[in-house]
């Protein structure tokens, strides 16, 4: 892969003074100058609200919006970019489905099958709406190894599951989830699938049509975008019956006193002035990722997986989770010690300018299970080296001598 | 962490005072750390208005366990209502750690803890 360091102005910061490692990658990536400069660029030359004026301004701001729609459907292989709805992340891309499509399409009795590796987001948005319509809510376990096997999810499965909501990568394990296959089996059984991608498209290929899904939410901000924008795809027929999230302006045809006519899709669910910026952002982040290849980030990745693994194996005392293969993770791997607290590694990690995180992860319900005390996530992307992984093993080594 | 490198600090850390279970305490509260889910919990022995003893204990990290540490240290034998004055900045002053931000809300677990048992009497 070609050298992308110089791409990320941050990575030539110092913290401590030490120059800086930035492995909290799954928190949120960096930025390279291609994404700052076009959000630079549109404010500087065509900021402007979108479907809105007849000025040249206005047409030219709704080009690059609608054009950055179209990246991302490309990107992530949609049918067409009207399915590409823009949020503000993940998280509000799982509510809009728990909140407008679960009431409108389950019932008291029906199940949501979920798994037990899932982040807060993809846990407490259908905890809500199922409360609300009397729906029940059951979880597929990982195995041994952190993974999803379908054994799992067709024990899982009955007569009364009508949703299967799951993340296509694990923020705690790395696991990658067998999305396709899942929907293989759910659509069998006439069973929707709504995927979190938060974890899974700055890393994997996706291409949403063959894997099968119904839904694939994910955020801009973990894959080289800016922070505030984030997409739900969804199939066009779905999107067609689907409830506007919010109602306001722009996304309707017609209003008098009395009630409103809808706009066509996706106009209809982006009530308000959208966040043109960040999905131009966006558009510049998914071109950023193509030019250098979702296969090269990804290889490059399993080369740090097996590197970090390796040298992590070495270290007494360590518990490292999720699977023992590095070709089943995305680019992170977490561990605990038992006497040692996760945050006085980060702590102490931080002093030589290393930047993990430490905590639950938004996972507690995992950790708990696990019966594992909080951990240190070690998050990598396309910009990580072996020789910072290096720095960062000599580091939880001087932790351990200091800490215990 | 330049500040727990610090002896006594470290001494603190690996040989915390007042950690465990009493039995039969007056008050037991447990607190859980918002940013990371961590939990202190902190037991009290009141007598006549005057705490006689304190404990606490729970998965917790190195500045958690410090600031509980010399919490306790620093109420045993005072009475309810001088303990009711102390404000958190009291305490980080005592722990003296120069925390950042994040580790301030580690340090500050056990106040809560404090200030929620107190609130009950
Ligand atoms: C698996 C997973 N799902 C959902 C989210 C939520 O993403 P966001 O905070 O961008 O809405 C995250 C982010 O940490 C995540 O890792």
Redesign the interface.
Known sequence: MKDVRKDFPILNRTVNGSPLIYLDNAATSQKPKEVVDKIVEYYYKYNSNVHRGIHTLSEESTEMYEGARKLISDFIGADNPREILFTKGTTESLNRIAERWVPANLKRGDVILLSDLEHHSNIIPWQKAAERIGAEINYINTDDNGEITIEEVKKMISDKVKLISISHASNVLGTIVPIKEICKLAHDKGIYVCVDGAQAAPHLKINVQSLGCDFYAFSSHKMLGPMGVGVLWAKEKILKELEPYEYGGGMIDEVSFKNAAWAEIPIRFEAGTPNVSGAVGLGAAVTYLSNIGMDNIRNHEIELSKYLLEGLKEIKGINIIGPREADKRTGLISFYFLNIHSHDIASVLNTLGIAVRSGYHCAMPLHNKLNIPSTVRVSYYLYNTKEELNTLLNGIKKALDILS | ??D??RDEI?DL?KNPHNKGYMSKPTVSVSKKNP????EVNLQLKIDNGIITDAKFDG?????SIISSSVLTDYIIGKSINEVKKIKKNDLLKLIDMNLSTS?IS?ASVVFSALQNALEDL
């Open positions: 962490m330049h727990i490198k470290m850390y940013m990371c889910g961590d998965n917790a990290c190195s500045v580790r580690c």
